[in-house]
């Protein structure tokens, strides 16, 4: 399955010489979108492959992971458990937008405080799951594994030669590697981390074949799942002026970074920029929820 590039026209652009298109990876499936789509689709043909009949995986409150795992497992004839960090959660899931679809399309939950969240990898936590819920397939929080990055591997095109540059946004680093990966010679990928720090530049190095690319660490508005008013309406203007939706934890960091580079000059004119939409819309009514107990400006959806 391939998504469709579009034109971006905004007088920024226009202005600089730059020319900007858009991956709509978003618009892959209606509740598999973006790269979770592409992470998913080896790990259930793995999970299938080891007559495997559930699917367990991590995340948060408001995860796009989990609400695709969901779905996908769904979809695929897999049994889906969640294991969703914060133990508060257990008592108000059923008011999460999220929680509350993942949980329609057939996963149950465990829920458990953060500091046993930062066990999870470990094999005693592992056994532990595999005692209370019998063997699964596991699926890393935000899904990045080496099945991943393949798949994330095919987000890049015959037809995406003609771009000198392709942007994504970072979380696990899983998307990035994948496009790095299957990045043309002449091409330099960005990726603009969503998490406070430096240290996914390593991770990103683990696991790519070529040195063509960058992490930018200054886009990330204070860390993951954190925002400003000045995103927020950054977030809303792009939407009015191009009819695209982005989210705020990951592709609205990114596209606010890439406008900021554009109008510093950062490229020169008749530079092409691919930017990959990864998706993650569905996690917008959920922070809607936290901006207005907070008086910030809600987003458009």
Request: charged share 25%; with cysteine; glycine share 8%.
């Amino acid at each position: 399955m391939q998504s469709i590039n579009q034109l971006v026209e905004h007088p920024l652009l226009a202005e600089k010489q730059v020319t900007l298109v858009i991956k709509r990876e978003d618009l892959l499936h209606p509740f598999i979108s973006g790269n979770k789509y592409r992470k998913l689709k080896y790990n259930l043909l793995a999970a299938e492959a080891e007559n495997q009949t559930t699917i367990l995986t991590f995340g948060g409150a408001y995860s796009n992971h989990i609400a695709a795992t969901a779905y996908a497992a769904k979809e695929k004839g897999f049994r889906a458990i969640g294991i969703i960090r914060g133990e508060e959660l257990e008592k108000s899931w059923q008011t999460n937008t999220t929680l509350e679809k993942a949980f329609d399309d057939g996963m149950r939950f465990k829920f458990i405080s953060r500091n046993d969240y930062r066990e999870k990898e470990t094999l005693e936590f592992i056994e532990g799951l595999k005692k209370e819920f019998g063997d699964f397939y596991l699926v890393p929080e935000g899904g990045t594994n080496s099945l991943a990055i393949k798949g994330c591997e095919e987000i890049i095109t015959k037809d995406d030669e003609e771009f000198d540059v392709v942007c994504t946004s970072v979380g696990t680093g899983g998307t990035a590697s994948g496009l790095i990966n299957a990045s043309f010679p002449h091409q330099n990928v960005l990726g603009f981390s969503a998490l406070k720090g430096d240290f996914l530049k390593d991770e990103i190095e683990k696991k790519v074949n070529n040195k063509r690319w960058q992490l930018l660490t200054e886009y990330h508005f204070g860390g993951y799942a954190k925002t400003s008013k000045e995103l927020i309406l950054f977030i809303n203007e792009f939407k009015e002026k191009t009819g695209i939706t982005l989210d705020p934890i990951y592709t609205g960091k990114m596209i606010f970074g890439l406008f900021d580079m554009i109008k510093h000059d950062t490229f020169a004119p008749k530079t092409k920029i691919l930017a990959i939409h990864t998706g993650g819309l569905q996690g917008i009514a959920g922070m809607n929820s936290v901006l207005k107990k907070k008086n910030l400006p809600l987003l458009n959806i």
